[in-house]
Each structure stands twice: as C-alpha cells, then as structure tokens.
C-alpha cells in the first residue's frame, strides 16, 4: 500500500476482515475504493458496485475432488449421498467445485467444512469423509508428502485468479495509475517478491468479460442452502 501511493501520489490505506459478511457489506456502501479478494467475493461485489478488475495473477484457478486410494469411489456420480469435505462454504474452491458437482454433475451430497486445506485432507484419510474438495495449487502447496495416498476422480474448469479491482467512483486516471503500478513491480526481483508475498503472481491486466463472467452462472442462493453434515 505504501509502494501504490507513492506511485500514483494518493494515500491507500490498509484494511482487513475477519469476516466475509463484514466485507461484503462495506463493498456495499462507501468505504472501499480498491479491492483484493477471491473472485466469488469480487462477483458478489460486482454485483451491487460494479467494481472493476484492474489486475490479476496470470495463473489460473481450478478446483478438484479426491479419494484415497484405497477408496471403492471411482467416478463423481459414486458420490451421491456422501460426504465431501470442504474448507468453508465461501472459498473459491467451495464455490467452483460445488457449483460443479450440483449443476455439472448433478449429484447431492452432504458437506463437512474443514476450516483449512490440510484438515481437509485429514478428514478424507481417517475416513471423517468419503472425498475431498480444494483447489488443485493447494494441494500442491499445502500438503505435498500427502498427494501420494489420494486419487483425484473430478477437476473444475479453471477460473482467473484473485482480482486488484476499482469502485466506478475512483478517477480513471487514478484507477490507471495503480494498475501500471501494480504491473511494474513485475519488472524488479523486489517487485516480484512484494507480489509473490500477496500471491499476484506473474500479473496481468484483468477484463470482467473473459476472467470473471462465468461465476454468472453460479447459483449462489442454493450453495447457501446447501447445510453441513
């Protein structure tokens, strides 16, 4: 945030949540100017605001469904009636990955939100549930040494990552001189590692249209309805 209002001669200040109601609902009013967030969370902003995507990581997003190895599940449909972990109902591999099974596959299932990737893991291993659900990139990051006893039966079509967008009401000049700011730390190894340190990897310019339009067809309304076990 320094970096950014040095460059473009306009303070940025810093704000977290620990909530995502909390978030969704400042996106509503007049408090956030920018924003950084999964791209389901930035479609719901979009919704109300229209905020717009400035730029994103050029990697891409895909959601997946494992097994153990050892499990008698060898295709999605097998999984009718059972129990998928899952990290949370709003994360972006929820929301890819059950989108894909109820809409795609159209199979139910029972989900059992984990809290964090590697519980998710935990929970498919002691048997807690029949599969998994996370994105792809972080089982590879996060549990590694584990990959070895699971079989992945169902991957998600990929989804641009996570989106630096604007409100309509900042200046375009403004919004332009953050996103050529953003661009250029890639050009440094200190830039790259103030953007490594926010995974806005390899970053590129973002378009509503091409990165973010397929989350239109997403129902929202029945993933909220969907109940743990």
């Known amino acids: ?10 303070k940025i200040e810093l704000k977290l949540y620990d909530k995502i109601t909390t978030f969704l609902e400042d996106t509503k009013g007049e408090h956030v100017d920018f924003m950084y967030a999964a791209p389901n969370m930035f479609y719901l902003a979009y919704q109300k605001q229209k ?4 730029v ?19 295709q999605v449909k097998d999984l009718k009636g059972k129990t998928i972990a899952i990290v949370g109902p709003k994360n972006v591999c929820s929301v890819i990955t059950r989108h894909a099974l109820l809409t795609g596959q159209q199979i139910d299932f029972n989900v059992f939100y984990s809290g964090s990737t590697i519980n998710v893991a935990k929970s498919v ?14 089982m590879i990051d996060d549990f590694p ?5 699971f079989r992945v039966i169902m991957k998600t079509q990929e989804v641009a990552s996570h989106p ?17 700011a953003l661009l250029n730390l890639d050009h ?5 590692n103030m953007l490594k340190a926010v995974k806005l990897v390899a970053p590129v310019k973002a378009d509503f249209r091409r990165d973010y339009a ?4 997403v129902n929202f309304d029945l993933l909220d309805k969907q109940q743990p076990k």
Not at 164 to 180: E, G, Q
Not at 188 to 192: F, I, K, N
């Open 56 to 74: 994103r990581g050029s990697n891409m997003l895909r959601g997946q469904v494992f097994v153990r190895k050892d499990s008698p599940y060898s």
């Open 145 to 149: 040494e584990m990959q070895k006893e």
């Open 188 to 192: 440094t190894e200190q830039g790259r």
């Open 164 to 180: 630096f967008a604007a409100h309509p009401r900042v200046p375009k000049k403004v919004r332009d001189a953050v996103t050529t």
């Open 125 to 138: 291993l002691v048997g807690k549930a029949d599969a998994g659900a996370t994105l792809d990139s972080s």
């Open 1 to 10: 945030m320094d970096y950014l209002s040095h460059q473009t001669g306009v």
């Open 214 to 217: 397929f989350f239109a067809d």
């Open 51 to 54: 905020y717009i995507p400035l």
